[in-house]
């Protein structure tokens, strides 16, 4: 997917047009992944001109979101997964209405610099998965302000072993688990993708007689390197 973006009579900072950009990019290219078929070839770059503020309202009626959600879909809402520090930590599960064989799951991981709000399991969630036949856990971890690392990743990897532990009770294949985030979330997608069996960074969150492995990361624009990060700005500031 090509972006283009025009915006001649945009008038933003630069702090603003950087979410302008990052907004439409989430918009076309996840929905691009909700409705493609998944063993279809790869089609023809599909280009998305946004001429001004109001292509980007369009631009977000095709974001992923709950509001896409099979209207017959099952809900399991705020499902208790570890209390690491007297206090519960939650996901929300969407399945589809009917099932003939355990469903494959989607691990959703909320963005947002590693906190987290009473709203943040709804942010981006892509519903439409749901009406393609997968499960669908939007899961919540402790906010960096009052837990430090590795929390995040420990309450990662102690939802993938709850929903693991609870497999049969909701009609998963617990060989088919995979895990996508955006922002903060695609770097905790990433490590839980990559930190199967390192016991320096479980947890001990409960149900440790379940792997806490997944078989599948979408890692959407989450930091890799974080003394890059800076990088092209600094470079940009610098006098030659």
């Given at each position: 997917m090509e972006i283009v973006f025009r915006g001649r009579r945009i008038k933003r900072n630069a702090l603003m047009l950087k979410q302008t950009f990052v907004l439409a990019a989430l918009s076309v290219t996840l929905f691009a992944a909700e409705t493609s078929a998944p063993d279809?070839?790869?089609?023809?770059?599909?280009?998305?001109?946004?001429?001004?503020?109001?292509?980007?309202?369009?631009?977000?009626?095709?974001?992923?979101?709950?509001?896409?959600?099979?209207?017959?879909?099952?809900?399991?809402?705020?499902?208790?997964?570890?209390?690491?520090?007297?206090?519960?930590?939650?996901?929300?599960?969407?399945?589809?209405?009917?099932?003939?064989?355990?469903?494959?799951?989607?691990?959703?991981?909320?963005?947002?610099?590693?906190h987290?709000?009473?709203?943040?399991?709804?942010?981006?969630?892509?519903?439409?998965?749901?009406?393609?036949?997968?499960?669908?856990?939007?899961?919540?971890?402790r906010d960096s302000k009052t837990a430090?690392?590795?929390?995040?990743?420990?309450?990662?990897?102690?939802?993938?072993?709850?929903?693991?532990?609870?497999?049969?009770?909701?009609?998963?294949?617990?060989?088919?688990?995979g895990a996508w985030g955006i922002s903060a979330g695609g770097y905790l997608a990433a490590l839980l993708g990559t930190s199967g069996g390192e016991p320096e960074i479980e947890g001990d969150g409960g149900n440790t007689g379940f792997s806490s492995r997944v078989q599948a990361v979408c890692d959407f624009f989450g930091p890799t390197d974080f003394f890059q990060m800076d990088a092209p700005e600094a470079a940009k500031n610098t006098e030659h």
């Amino acid at each position: 997917m090509e972006i283009v973006f025009r915006g001649r009579r945009i008038k933003r900072n630069a702090l603003m047009l950087k979410q302008t950009f990052v907004l439409a990019a989430l918009s076309v290219t996840l929905f691009a992944a909700e409705t493609s078929a998944p063993d279809s070839p790869a089609g023809p770059v599909q280009v998305l001109v946004l001429e001004c503020e109001r292509d980007l309202v369009a631009a977000k009626q095709i974001m992923p979101s709950l509001d896409h959600l099979p209207p017959n879909a099952r809900k399991f809402l705020k499902l208790e997964f570890t209390q690491p520090t007297r206090r519960a930590v939650y996901l929300d599960l969407y399945l589809p209405a009917a099932a003939s064989a355990p469903l494959p799951l989607i691990v959703w991981i909320h963005g947002g610099a590693w906190h987290s709000i009473p709203t943040a399991r709804n942010d981006f969630t892509p519903g439409r998965m749901v009406k393609r036949g997968y499960a669908l856990a939007s899961i919540d971890y402790r906010d960096s302000k009052t837990a430090k690392f590795p929390a995040q990743i420990q309450d990662c990897k102690a939802a993938a072993r709850w929903l693991r532990a609870h497999a049969k009770d909701f009609g998963l294949a617990p060989q088919r688990f995979g895990a996508w985030g955006i922002s903060a979330g695609g770097y905790l997608a990433a490590l839980l993708g990559t930190s199967g069996g390192e016991p320096e960074i479980e947890g001990d969150g409960g149900n440790t007689g379940f792997s806490s492995r997944v078989q599948a990361v979408c890692d959407f624009f989450g930091p890799t390197d974080f003394f890059q990060m800076d990088a092209p700005e600094a470079a940009k500031n610098t006098e030659h």
